[in-house]
């Protein structure tokens, strides 16, 4: 029994002695920090960071964002890392700046958006010429005009409180820049649902359209809900032409056969109709002269005298 209680006064002693000697490790200004949130107010933030002294955070260090609300942002038991800027506030506690730490640890983070491609939701929180403002990890980003959607933007103020969808685009901490693309995002799930569009036609089936485009080439014709497709000038029609102008024109109503579309890309024919056409016609002609011919060889002059009755 003694044993025991010598082993288990032991281990407690063991686990105190760790933590003693991690509460009296050795800090300097300007070291980044972990700590847990133990309290928040409207002034600041007090963190245990596992040594003898805690850690307080004032609110106009904790964020570059103008919009950053401090007691609905950060919460009792957040985890958060911080810059020691003093070592003692003059009331025993360290002073510390996420904002700092942020500077340092967001542009590694960014760098990772960047090389993994992320998409990020953020707010646009201002308006400057050519383009408008949205913070990623902190850090004041730009969205050029240009790459706020597919279309072209000449006024950017109704944008301000929007939320996007962002990719990075470019990170140099050196020089402190972060450029956002809302519009690369968005062209990329157009190609993802253009794709899917373009999976649901079935080769073989007939599509009607508008001639939108004609090149020596072809002609691409408007299918309707975002598709097109190219009608080679070889399957335009069955006789040969110099250019699909000869036969076509801009706003025309047709019809082609979907041949394939392979590589996302679809490949049309107007000459696979003509030919079925002028095929079905042939066959109709044949059964028309089957029929006639039947008909002659029955009505002949043995068939007659057949059914003729004499008394």
Request: aromatic letters at 4%; a negative charge; glycine letters at 6%.
């Amino acid at each position: 029994m003694a044993d025991e209680i010598i082993t288990e006064t032991t281990e407690s002693m063991d686990d105190y002695k760790a933590e003693l000697e991690s509460s009296f490790r050795k800090l300097s200004e300007g070291d980044i920090i972990t700590g847990t949130v133990i309290a928040v107010s409207e002034e600041d933030v007090t963190l245990d960071l596992k040594y003898y002294a805690p850690g307080i955070i004032k609110a106009e260090e904790l964020s570059s964002d103008p919009d950053f609300n401090l007691t609905e942002s950060v919460h009792v038991g957040d985890v958060l890392e911080a810059t020691i800027i003093r070592m003692d506030d003059g009331e025993g506690n360290l002073l510390l700046s996420r904002k700092e730490a942020n500077d340092i640890l967001a542009w590694d983070k960014l760098n990772q958006y960047l090389e993994d491609e992320t998409v990020l939701h953020v707010r646009i929180k201002g308006i400057v010429p050519s383009g408008v403002i949205a913070y990623v990890e902190g850090i004041r980003g730009f969205i050029p005009a240009s790459h706020l959607c597919l279309d072209y933007v000449e006024d950017c103020n109704p944008w301000l409180g929007k939320d996007v969808d962002v990719k990075v685009i470019t990170v140099d901490p050196a020089q402190k820049k972060l450029v956002l693309s809302a519009k690369l995002v968005e062209r990329e799930r157009a190609k993802e649902e253009r794709n899917h569009k373009i999976a649901m036609l079935v080769p073989g089936s007939v599509v009607e359209g508008t001639v939108e485009t004609l090149m020596p080439y072809g002609a691409f014709i408007n299918l309707g809900n975002g598709l097109s497709g190219l009608v080679h000038i070889s399957q335009i029609c069955t006789r040969r032409i110099k250019k699909p102008g000869e036969v076509l024109s801009i706003g025309q109503t047709v019809q082609a056969k979907i041949l394939n579309t392979n590589d996302n890309k679809i490949s049309l024919s107007m000459r696979a109709i003509e030919e079925e056409m002028v095929d079905t016609q042939a066959k109709e002609m044949k059964s028309v002269q089957e029929y006639v011919s039947n008909e002659a060889a029955s009505t002949s002059l043995g068939s007659l005298l057949a059914n003729l009755k004499l008394d």
